[in-house]
């Protein structure tokens, strides 16, 4: 079931170069189902906040469509179920975590038995027990981090909306965040995670959507990311033998004595190739797709994007 359905997706700020606008989302369509953890990913001024305020309900579209929990953002029912952890968030320093926890659930219309079964069981979550009656000013970056995910998941929300958990946060916390998150993926939530670093949704996420200057240039899974289309390494024991293929095969990427890389024109010519090497009496070890890693997958995605039009009509 489509829990955000985003069509045709335009935002464009006031302002910008002889105030023509600033394109932060420009003709982006995406459905995300329930129980899906979709990472929006994307560099800085990317759009990935504009995204999740235009699902809040806090910026409104330009043009296009944006459907959450089956209402339009600005019918406050989209947001019943709706869980929120802002970038750069400053809570109220002079409270206890338990105390900011508290303080959300009754902004949430809870009631205090509910409000308490709750904070034990997040506090317990986000492993911040031993530090819930301590005021937020002492917390270290990821204690306020952690704290947050709590809080975003006070109203025991469907979907869990996340703009960088863990900007600002060191390894070891980050690892922290990253076992919280992969706890609320195990209860089922619709998660929308923005980053700027494949490498942190890449073990959480079912899909990425990768934005760049406002335009959605890639949605697939994560392996489909790094998996070279019909491109395969092929470990094998070639010593000095000459290996051909025809161009309507594919062609020979690099060999040597021991390795074969190949790019062919379809996925099943992996069998002309194999029938070749056999032919020459070659033992084969090994045959994988080749896989980019994530740096030089997310960098091919985001820099041969084209360049961002411009909108009349700017609001903000
Ligand atoms: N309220 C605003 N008014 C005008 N321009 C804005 C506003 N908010 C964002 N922008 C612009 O819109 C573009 C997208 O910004 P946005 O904050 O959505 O990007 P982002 O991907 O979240 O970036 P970051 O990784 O830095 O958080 C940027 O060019 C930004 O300067
Ligand atoms: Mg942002």
Redesign the pocket.
């Given at each position: 079931m489509t829990i955000i359905d985003v069509q045709e997706l335009t935002k464009v700020?006031?302002?910008g170069l002889k105030k023509r606008g600033?394109v932060?989302l420009d003709n982006i369509s995406l459905s995300i189902q329930q129980g899906e953890i979709i990472g929006l990913l994307?560099?800085?001024?990317?759009?990935?906040?504009?995204f999740l305020k235009v699902v809040l309900g806090i910026a409104h579209p330009s043009t296009g469509q944006v459907i959450v929990n089956g209402y339009k953002p600005k019918d406050p029912r989209s947001r019943k179920h709706l869980g929120y952890l802002p970038?750069n968030h400053r809570f109220p320093e002079h409270l206890t975590g338990l105390g900011l926890l508290e303080f959300t659930g009754r902004m949430h219309g809870l009631k205090q038995v509910e409000i308490d079964a709750r904070t034990d069981r997040l506090l317990e979550m986000v492993d911040m027990a031993k530090w819930s009656n301590t005021k937020i000013r002492k917390y270290s970056k990821g204690m306020q981090q952690r704290i947050g995910l709590a809080q975003a998941m006070m109203p025991d929300p469907d979907v869990l909306l996340l703009d960088?958990p863990t900007d600002g946060v060191d390894p070891v916390g980050k690892v922290e965040i990253r076992k919280v998150l992969e706890r609320i993926r195990s209860e089922g939530k619709t998660i929308v995670l923005?980053s700027?670093l494949l490498s942190e949704v890449e073990s959480v996420a079912d899909r990425v959507a990768i934005?760049s200057k406002?335009r959605l240039v890639r949605l697939c899974t994560v392996d489909e990311l790094i998996t070279r289309n019909c491109q395969y390494e092929i470990d094998a024991d070639i010593g000095n033998r000459l290996v051909d293929i025809p161009v309507e095969v594919g062609k020979i990427l690099n060999v040597s004595t021991s390795k074969l890389i190949v790019e062919l024109t379809a996925e099943d010519k992996i069998n002309y190739v194999i029938d070749v090497l056999r032919m020459k009496k070659i033992s084969i070890r090994a045959i994988q797709p080749l896989k980019l890693t994530l740096e030089q997958s997310f960098m091919e995605a985001i820099v041969p994007s084209g360049t961002v039009g411009t909108h009349k009509g700017a609001e903000?």
């Open positions: 700020y006031r302002g600033i932060a994307g560099p800085n001024g990317a759009g990935k906040t504009t970038e960088e923005n700027h934005l406002g903000v």
